[in-house]
């Protein structure tokens, strides 16, 4: 049986990795990539960078863990708010719309998902692991399920739209900073568009 002390030690260990895990995101998102040091993000957090090495193995496995978070907090906020529709045009508001409210939502985590993407294709170490196409193959698989209910056309190809509805959404990330970047209006054209494009009438 675990004690009370080794409990707070866990608890301790969670919430100064958490705490660090929020300085490095900030820190990438503030200075981008490349400067975003350990030592940098341990003057943000007032400790020294001996106390992220302890948690972190380093600069690779701390970034790897803000990947590993951002993606799970957006599949938090996105996955029930679309698996709860019943018909298809819902569905497919409601992915679009969470997807772009996330983003607006959490401006320094995906600014920093945006850093290390940047980043990874200039050829730091890629910090993404598992399949990057399994956002398309979920919203292609609930595109069919939908379009063999008859909710959607059935003369498109889903995987063809997922991809695209996908592409429409990535690409407003790294529109955040720009201050005529409206990113609401931005998600009542994506909605507009693809209920357009996958409707079953012209009706």
């Not at 992220?52 to 193995?57: E, K, L, M, R, T």
């Not at 719309?97 to 730091?124: C, H, K, Y």
């Not at 063999?148 to 059935?154: L, N, P, S, T, V």
């Amino acid at each position: 049986m675990r004690s009370k002390k080794g409990d707070n030690r866990t608890f301790l260990s969670t919430a100064r990795r958490a705490q660090i895990v929020d300085a490095a995101i900030g820190t990438v998102a503030e200075v981008g990539y490349a400067s975003a040091s350990l030592s940098r993000i341990a003057v943000r957090l007032g400790i020294s960078k001996g106390v992220i090495s302890y948690h972190f193995s380093g600069k690779d496995d701390l970034i790897a863990e803000i990947v590993r978070q951002v993606l799970q907090q957006a599949r938090a906020y996105v996955q029930p708010r679309f698996e709860a529709q019943t018909t298809g045009p819902e569905m497919l508001r409601a992915y679009i719309e969470s997807s772009l409210e996330f983003m607006r939502d959490n401006p320094d985590q995906i600014t920093a998902l945006v850093e290390i993407v940047r980043a990874t294709i200039a050829g730091a170490k890629s910090p993404f692991s598992g399949n990057r196409d399994a956002g398309v193959q979920v919203l292609a698989e609930l595109i069919t399920r939908f379009q063999a209910a008859g909710d959607f056309r059935a003369d498109f190809d889903p995987n063809a739209m997922a991809i695209a509805i996908r592409a429409v959404i990535d690409a407003a990330p790294g529109r955040l900073a720009d201050p005529a970047f409206d990113i609401d209006q931005y998600a009542r054209e994506a909605v507009t568009i693809f209920h357009r494009a996958t409707r079953l009438t012209e009706a």
